[in-house]
């Protein structure tokens, strides 16, 4: 795990693929403002697999749409940096934008049944991209169409490439989607919940599909999902998401089998398994709460088994654990940097946060490269 | 990966790891034939019999149209003299009569026929361009650019559209063919915007169209290569409906004596004209031309009739 860099400290290290930091995204409705994605910063390394789990509502879909730079009206990106292969891709033009969109950094998204064009073949549509991106010839196209139907796993591609998505199932068109978005060799590859509009079975194969593809192209995958049993079969890395911020980042199998965050705990202690068969399963009890009104410190403070003193009025810092993990969680903070509430509660400072320099980790300095 | 605790849910869950790319069913399938919605909505269509007819009349009005004037020439200031007043019934030698100068009514529908044709398709063709172009605009930018656009069009709906025609057509017009062509196609694309705006606001949303950002296709190539050809059925009706009331449109404002000039024939002409001899029971001179008119107008609806079925992606024969 590496720490991402903070922010205008210039790119990351080149062996960083992907740095998202202090991204805010917000969406300005008539009711006021929704802050779906509230801080949220991690890093992907090159060929690296990185899960982003969360309810929904946690801002997972809308963090990797600021990352392709997709958040419409009235969604707005208002602060942060993403560093991808030393660009910021917030300052960059619509035009360089639309350069990097499905040739470097590509997109799975969860719905196969609407997300294919119904009045063009499958394979016109991939063929789209590398015509686009790689200014091939529409034979060159048609061809490169073919080769990744049959990379995808689709039997007898040369027919299927010129039907219509209508005249396929599910599973087949998260085949053609997945085809779309490996057609021009992309070095990122966000994967928008690409299972969950499909069977359980076809989940499996579509699953092992992603993670093969993955593996013989060498591209990062950032992988969206609200499925913890997909995040562990499928990536390296996990960061788990709460009402906009990552509460939770490391390994996926100490994060999984050691959650240091009680929210994580939670959802796994929620999972059914044969462990508690015969007994009820856990909750975690109340809602994720009113994006209107979201708590002011720790944002689930109220719902959590564990909350003490500090988490009511203080936001807790993403405090780094181990080399690999971090977590936003008071009980993790060492005693002498927990902020002491003045005597009267009302008097204390509105916001109030600890000394910026407490929430960030040991001093990395500016630029330096992390082994 | 070692996760005792979690190995067990994911094996129940997706029947644990497997090994290769299970085989498809539909590995076996015999070899369809692929359907395009196009060749889908022309299977559709043929099974619409009213359709069918339609397009036979017009087909058949096209080719009177492209041929006629060619193989029965008609020259109306050449007068040849009625052989008795108000014109000759209808007889072998004049199968739909003739005028009060004796002046072949067959041919005058004949001839009258590729003006009215032309009329209609070049109306519409100007109409579906300049109003699939505003709509498009309109729907897919949105914003002010969509409100400014709708109001230019409310503004077109208020117009009061007869009037307009008149002035226009005899101070721009000059009773010309062409300026007339310009004038109904101007006048009659704010329907077509709307709906084509209407179209583009629901499909801007949808999937496929945020999945083509997301290839990184540009704006203008999503508007008019991804969106439009899914908006395009409902347009494609709407405008066989402009071409056939454009149609009715030019008899009407010719009968009125506002369109084409005398010496060019069109049926809204031949009507006018026949209108002074109609209280002496010559109906031949008025009959024909106003069958030919009806008789277009028909089979240009029942197409569009038969069109809207067959484009409707929800209808499944």
């Known amino acids: ?371 | 990966m070692t996760l005792p605790d979690l190995q067990s849910p994911l094996a129940l869950q997706y029947g644990g790891p497997s090994g290769g790319a299970p085989p498809e069913t539909e590995d076996v399938e015999v070899a369809l034939e692929s359907l395009s919605q196009w060749q889908l909505a022309w299977r559709r269509f043929k099974l619409h019999r009213l359709a069918a007819i339609g397009l036979v009349i017009f087909g058949a009005m096209v080719l009177v149209a492209i041929l006629g004037p060619i193989l029965l020439p008609y020259d109306p200031l050449f007068i040849p003299n009625a052989t008795r007043p108000g014109g000759d019934a209808p007889s072998l030698a004049h199968l739909f009569g003739t005028d009060n100068v004796g002046r072949d009514v067959f041919r005058m529908v004949i001839n009258g026929a590729r003006i009215s044709v032309t009329i209609g398709i070049f109306s519409m063709i100007i109409a579906g361009v300049v109003g699939v172009f505003i709509g498009a605009i309109a729907g897919y930018v949105g914003g002010v650019t969509d409100n400014v656009l709708m109001r230019v069009v409310d503004v077109f709906f208020a117009i009061p559209f007869l009037f307009v025609i008149l002035v226009a057509a005899r101070f721009f017009g000059q009773g010309q063919l062409s300026s007339l062509i310009l004038i109904f196609g101007l006048l009659s694309w704010p329907l077509i915007a709307r709906l084509v705006r209407a179209m583009f606001l629901s499909l801007r949303e949808a999937d496929f169209v945020e999945a083509a950002r997301a290839v990184g296709v540009s704006d203008i190539r999503i508007t008019f290569r991804h969106i439009l050809p899914s908006a395009l059925g409902p347009v494609i009706v709407a405008m066989t409906l402009i071409m056939a009331s454009n149609i009715v449109l030019e008899a009407f404002v010719s009968y009125l004596g506002f369109g084409l000039s005398e010496d060019q024939t069109s049926w809204g002409n031949a009507l006018s004209n026949a209108q002074t001899v109609l209280s002496q029971g010559n109906w031949w001179w008025a009959f024909f031309p106003g069958m030919a008119i009806a008789l277009t107008v028909l089979a240009i609806n029942f197409i569009g009739d038969g069109l809207r079925d067959a484009l409707d992606p929800r209808s499944r024969l």
């Open chain 1, 1 to 371: 795990m590496i720490q991402p860099r903070t922010e205008g400290s210039g790119p990351p290290p080149d062996d960083v693929l992907l740095e998202v930091r202090g991204l805010k995204t917000y969406f300005k409705v008539l009711d006021g403002t929704v802050p779906a994605v509230d801080g949220v910063d991690f890093s992907i390394r090159r060929g690296e697999t990185l899960g982003l789990v969360g309810e929904s509502g946690s801002g997972k879909s809308v963090t990797s749409l600021s990352i392709m730079r997709l958040i419409e009206k009235p969604g707005e990106i208002v602060a942060g940096e993403i560093w991808f292969e030393g660009r910021d891709l917030l300052k960059l033009s619509e035009k360089d934008m639309e350069d990097i969109r499905g040739d470097d950094i590509t997109m799975i998204f969860q719905e196969p049944m609407t997300s294919l064009n119904p009045v063009f073949t499958v394979g016109e549509q991939i063929a789209e991209s590398v015509r686009l991106h790689r200014h091939a010839s529409k034979r060159d196209a048609w061809d490169r169409a073919i080769e990744m139907l049959r990379l995808v796993g689709i039997p007898g591609p040369e027919r299927r490439v010129k039907q219509y998505p209508h005249e396929m199932s599910g599973g087949m068109r998260q085949r053609v989607v997945i085809a779309m978005a490996l057609a021009c060799d992309p070095k990122l590859i966000v994967a928008d919940e690409p299972t969950t509009a499909l069977d359980v079975t076809i989940q499996a194969q579509i699953l092992e599909l992603i993670q093969r593809i993955q593996a013989e192209s060498g591209a990062a995958l950032l992988l969206i999902t609200h499925d913890l049993a997909v995040v562990a079969e499928t990536v390296q890395r996990v960061a788990v998401m709460y009402a906009g911020k990552i509460v939770e980042s490391g390994s996926v199998e100490e994060t999984l089998l050691q959650p240091k965050h009680p929210y994580t705990e939670g959802l796994l202690t929620s999972i059914p398994s044969r462990v508690v068969r015969g007994q009820r399963l856990n909750v975690i009890k109340g809602t994720v709460p009113n994006p209107f009104r979201l708590p002011k410190g720790c944002r689930f403070e109220p719902r959590c088994p564990y909350s003490f003193e500090p988490c009511k009025p203080f936001e807790p810092p993403l405090e780094q654990i181990s080399a690999d993990r971090r977590a936003r969680c008071w009980l993790h903070v060492p005693k002498g940097r927990i902020p002491v509430l003045a005597s009267p509660p009302a008097s204390g400072p509105a916001g109030a946060v600890p000394p910026a320099p407490a929430s960030e980790p040991p001093a990395v300095p500016a630029g330096e490269g992390v082994a």
